[in-house]
Each structure stands twice: as structure tokens, then as C-alpha cells.
């Protein structure tokens, strides 16, 4: 499965999810740190912006 591209909806960046990403997985902007949630929709991959508690992820 080759990777998914999204772009970040704060500061435009370009960046790959591994093929194997799952619905609902936490990513994070390589750039700008913005945290994100990954959609996963029939033949698209999306993503939204994180609001909850992220102490366990990260760093
Ligand atoms: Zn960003």
C-alpha cells in the first residue's frame, strides 16, 4: 500500500501517513506541530483537527 498524502490546513505542508494508517489514528504536522486526527473515507484520506487531551502522545 503505497502512503497517503495530506496537506495541513494551518501551514500548507505537504506530508505522508504511512499506507498502513488507520481510521481515527493521531498524527501531527512535521512542521507546525498541529495535531490531527486521520479520516479515513472510501477512497480518500482526510484530516481533522485534534481538540482533545494529547498528554500520551507526542514526545
Ligand atoms: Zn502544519
Keep these: ?3 497517503l498524502k495530506v496537506t495541513c490546513k494551518v501551514c500548507g505542508t505537504e506530508f505522508d501517513l504511512p499506507g ?5 489514528e493521531l498524527t501531527s504536522c512535521p512542521t507546525c506541530g ?5 479520516k479515513i473515507t ?5 484530516l ?3 481538540k482533545g487531551d494529547v ?3 507526542g514526545e
Excluded at 20 to 24: F, H, N, P, R, Y
Excluded at 42 to 46: A, E, I, L, Q, R
Design 20 to 24: 498502513d494508517v488507520m481510521d481515527g
Design 34 to 38: 498541529t495535531k490531527y486526527v486521520v
Design 55 to 57: 498528554e500520551d502522545y
Design 42 to 46: 472510501k477512497d480518500s484520506v482526510t
Design 1 to 3: 500500500m503505497q502512503a
Design 48 to 50: 481533522e483537527e485534534f
